[in-house]
């Protein structure tokens, strides 16, 4: 079996930092792709960032140089720092990652159980 567990949500004023972190264990062969969602009250879950196994990122538009993600591949770990914090970014953050059991598997996606941030104004 595959888990992902999350830490480092927490309550937070405007303009403040917050860094969350997501590691995965278990039965592993090989990780692609890793990366955080997340989903606001009554929203639909969106990519806040991804990052591949050779270090290439991408953001949403509404974090980019705000959020940086990044990845210890030897912790199978990604993390997420998160800069200038607004209050629009509240929600409950995912980890994600394509993670392949066997050489011979495709990968396949694995969510984390999520971590609330909440940004107060």
């Known amino acids: 079996q595959v888990q992902l567990v999350e830490s480092g949500g927490g309550l937070v004023q405007a303009g403040g930092s917050l860094r969350l972190s997501c590691a995965a264990s278990g039965s592993i062969f090989s990780i692609n792709d890793m990366g955080w969602y997340r989903q606001a009250p009554g929203k639909q879950r969106e990519l806040v960032a991804v990052?591949?196994?050779?270090?290439?990122?991408n953001y949403a538009d509404s974090v980019k140089g705000r959020f940086t993600i990044s990845r210890d591949n030897a912790k199978k770990s990604v993390y997420l720092q998160m800069n200038s914090l607004k209050p629009e970014d509240t929600a409950v953050y995912y980890c994600?990652?394509?993670?392949?059991?066997?050489?011979?598997?495709?990968?396949?996606?694995?969510w984390g159980q999520g971590t609330q941030v909440t940004v107060s104004s």
């Open positions: 990052i591949t196994s050779g270090g290439n990122t």
């Open positions: 994600n990652a394509e993670i392949r059991q066997r050489s011979y598997n495709i990968g396949r996606p694995y």
